[in-house]
């Protein structure tokens, strides 16, 4: 089971939908069935108590509750508890992570991060999976390593890669 976020999008993802499912994505459609605007899978928490931290979430947010299970809460608020979760903790991933979206002053590419809705460091969450559980650098192949999906990656390939695919 799963704790799930789910964003409205038409009010920029401020109204945010704290539940529990097994298949997230067939909860996000069903949802989306009966919604005017486009609801956005935010993250979720994979964890055997997905009931109880789903009611201390309810309780945490209930100043700011709207109705059912929405509450008025901000993608940002909800992040330091996916930070929590570590390699329990994913973030919807963006589909265009790393590519580069513009350059700084010295020229150094600035790129788009794995979250759209808030700025993780780049070790902190897995550009493949959005596990958060903090990419652990391993000397042997000066690569970084996620536990949770098993890739490994220096952040650059990506990045690369991309940019083969514009050319
Ligand atoms: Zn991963």
């Not at 709207?66 to 589909?95: C, H, K, M, Q, Y």
Request: hydrophobic fraction near 40%; charge should be negative.
């Amino acid at each position: 089971m799963a704790v799930y976020f789910i964003g409205e999008e038409e009010s920029g993802c401020c109204r945010i939908k704290i539940g529990v499912a097994k298949d997230i994505e067939k909860r996000r459609s069903n949802l989306q069935t009966g919604s005017p605007s486009e609801l956005r899978l935010l993250g979720w928490i994979h964890t055997e108590a997905a009931f109880e931290l789903e009611r201390r979430l309810h309780q945490q947010f209930s100043a700011a509750h709207v109705r059912g299970e929405w509450f008025a809460i901000e993608p940002a608020d909800i992040l330091p508890i996916l930070r929590r979760a570590t390699s329990e903790g994913f973030v919807a991933r963006n589909a265009n992570a790393f590519q580069i979206v513009g350059y700084d002053r010295d020229a150094v590419p600035e790129y788009l991060g794995v979250w759209e809705w808030g700025d993780l460091e780049i070790d902190e969450c897995c550009p493949f999976c959005g596990c958060l559980c903090g990419m652990a650098f391993q000397d042997a192949s000066q690569m970084y390593h996620c536990i949770r999906c098993d890739a490994l990656t220096d952040f650059s390939e990506l990045s690369h890669r991309h940019n083969e695919s514009e050319g």
